[in-house]
Nanobody, 123 residues
Framework: QVQLVESGGGLVQAGGSLRLSCAASGSIFTINLMGWYRQAPGKQRELVAAITRGGSTNYGNSVKGRFTISRDNAKNTVYLQMNSLKPEDTAVYYC?????????????????WGQGTQVTVSS
């Protein structure tokens, strides 16, 4: 089991910045990928950014060049630095951890989610 606790959401004006944090606990050694997703009202949840244990990153097209994902393995924490925020970035942001467990010759994949943190960007 992995537990995720997010922090850092809030209200900001367009053009401003916010930093989200996601602290992982529990079976963290099984995590191979962590990321941030977001869901706006009436829309599907979408990938914002992801980072592997080795530090490789991937971003959604709408945030490339504005958002940066990073991780501090010593603190078991992933960060999302959001700059040049736009009103369309308004959503609930969810932290995700993808875990792989090998046991008894079988490979099991699990996805864990944080509780979500609201980000609101005013125009």
């Amino acid at each position: 089991q992995v537990q995720l606790v997010e922090s850092g959401g809030g209200l900001v004006q367009a053009g401003g910045s916010l930093r989200l944090s996601c602290a992982a606990s529990g079976s963290i050694f099984t995590i191979n990928l962590m990321g941030w997703y977001r869901q706006a009202p009436g829309k599907q949840r979408e990938l914002v950014a992801a980072i592997t244990r080795g530090g490789s990153t991937n971003y959604g097209n709408s945030v490339k060049g504005r958002f940066t994902i990073s991780r501090d393995n010593a603190k078991n924490t992933v960060y999302l630095q959001m700059n040049s925020l736009k009103p369309e970035d308004t959503a609930v942001y969810y932290c995700n951890a993808h875990s792989t467990v090998v046991a008894g010759g079988s490979v099991n994949e699990y996805d864990y989610w944080g509780q979500g943190t609201q980000v609101t960007v005013s125009s």
